[in-house]
């Protein structure tokens, strides 16, 4: 069964620190470029960062751009999304998504057939 | 950024009825769109890719159609199971945008 679980959601202060992950399964998750995907209380969906299937190519949504990180551990099948500076309109669900379409060097644009159930990240103090 | 504006934020049917949903582009995508259906506490589900095209599994009441900058999606006969949000996505360039959402409620 393809699946994708997230993990390392929390209470963190403004201006803290987290780690999430997306450990990935039933898929060759080094042949697909991922993404996080973030959607705060009551409101829509907003694309956040997406790396290549070899993790050489990024892009970052411009209100997360020189403070989040992804990156991925295609030896581990997992995701990560490093949050620093973190704001309180930082504070979603944070979900991961598998692009449809195979990729490594470079970050595939395709649809996001498969979604992790969502993280939940609260920034405040 | 390419702008998606999805039309109407929220719309009440009944069972059976024939619903349709509008997506436009600030700008050309050509047939780079997706349509996600999301129910309350549930991740996004994609129901349509490439503008047109019906992702397995999904029931083919389902239908999306355009191309450019003028996007729909249909649901032949609303189901009770259908009730919920829909989101359209671009995915023609970088960054990645989605539409502000539309609201499917019980009449």
């Known amino acids: 069964e393809v699946q994708l679980v997230e993990s390392g959601g929390g209470l963190v202060q403004p201006g803290g620190s987290l780690r999430l992950s997306c450990a990935a399964s039933?898929?060759?998750?080094?042949?697909?470029?991922m993404s996080w995907v973030r959607q705060a209380p009551g409101k829509g969906l907003e694309w956040v960062s997406a790396?290549?299937?070899?993790?050489?190519?990024?892009y970052y949504a411009d209100s997360v751009k020189g403070r989040f990180t992804i990156s991925r551990d295609n030896s581990k099948n997992t995701l990560y999304l490093q949050m620093n500076s973190l704001r309180a309109e930082d504070t979603a669900v944070y979900y991961c998504?598998?692009?449809?379409?195979?990729?490594?060097?470079?970050?595939?644009?395709?649809?996001?057939?498969?979604w992790g159930q969502g993280t939940m990240v609260t920034v405040s103090s | 950024a390419i702008q998606l504006t999805q039309s109407p934020s929220s719309l009440s049917a009944s069972v059976g009825d024939r619903v349709t949903i509008t997506c436009r582009a600030s700008?050309?995508?050509?047939?780079?769109l997706a349509w996600y259906q999301q129910k309350p506490g549930k991740a996004p589900k994609l129901l349509i890719y490439?503008?047109?095209s019906l992702e397995s599994g999904v029931p083919s009441r389902f239908s999306g159609s355009g191309s450019g900058t003028d996007f729909t999606l249909t649901i032949s006969s609303l189901q009770p199971e259908d009730f919920a949000t829909y989101y359209c996505?671009?995915?023609?360039?970088?960054?990645?945008?989605f539409g502000g959402g539309t609201k499917v409620e019980i009449k």
């Open positions: 039933g898929f060759t998750f080094s042949s697909y470029a």
């Open positions: 790396i290549s299937g070899s993790g050489g190519s990024t």
């Open positions: 490439d503008a047109s």
């Open positions: 998504a598998k692009i449809s379409s195979t990729s490594w060097q470079e970050v595939s644009d395709d649809a996001f057939d498969i």
């Open positions: 996505q671009q995915f023609n360039n970088y960054p990645l945008t």
């Open positions: 700008q050309g995508i050509s047939s780079a």
